[in-house]
């Protein structure tokens, strides 16, 4: 891993964001964060490709392993589909993002946001919509 350094770049300035995550039966949980840069990027994307990757080796799918193992955190598209494929699990088995999830409360909101924050870090846009009834992850249209 090689670190680039560019010391004429312009500081980021923070960026609001909206995740809004509709399950598929119609309910809604949202976060609102503040990012104050680009830097969490590798980080969100290896907690995202760490959950995709649980869930398939605790499902019994095989998980071929790359030589490099890391994740491209500027691969949006790839993100995407292991957000929604993460989203879907806890959605089906334990009803993560619904009120009515048996999971303990505190446990719940904690990966609630958790998830929400690394989405918000990867996904392009100030509202960001992940739409389990459609299967779609992008911009929220209307979501102010």
């Not at 891993?1 to 609001?16: F, R």
């Not at 309910?27 to 680009?38: G, I, K, R, W, Y």
């Not at 995709?52 to 500027?74: C, F, P, R």
């Amino acid at each position: 891993m090689s670190l680039i350094i560019q010391p004429n770049a312009a500081a980021s300035e923070p960026v609001d964001k909206r995740v809004v995550l509709k399950t598929k039966v119609g309910e809604m949980v949202s976060a609102e964060f503040t990012l104050q840069d680009e830097n969490g990027r590798p980080s969100a994307a290896e907690y995202i490709n760490h959950l995709y990757k649980s869930i398939k080796e605790k499902l019994g799918e095989v998980v071929i392993a790359q030589l490099d193992d890391s994740i491209d955190a500027n691969n949006v598209t790839e993100l995407k589909k292991q957000i929604l494929y993460i989203a879907a699990f806890h959605d089906s088995m334990f009803g993560t993002f619904n009120r009515t999830s048996k999971l303990p409360e505190e446990e719940r909101k904690d990966f609630i946001e958790i998830f929400l924050l690394a989405v918000a870090t990867l996904i392009p846009g100030r509202n960001i919509l992940v739409d389990l009834s459609k299967g779609t992850v992008g911009e929220g249209a209307g979501l102010n």
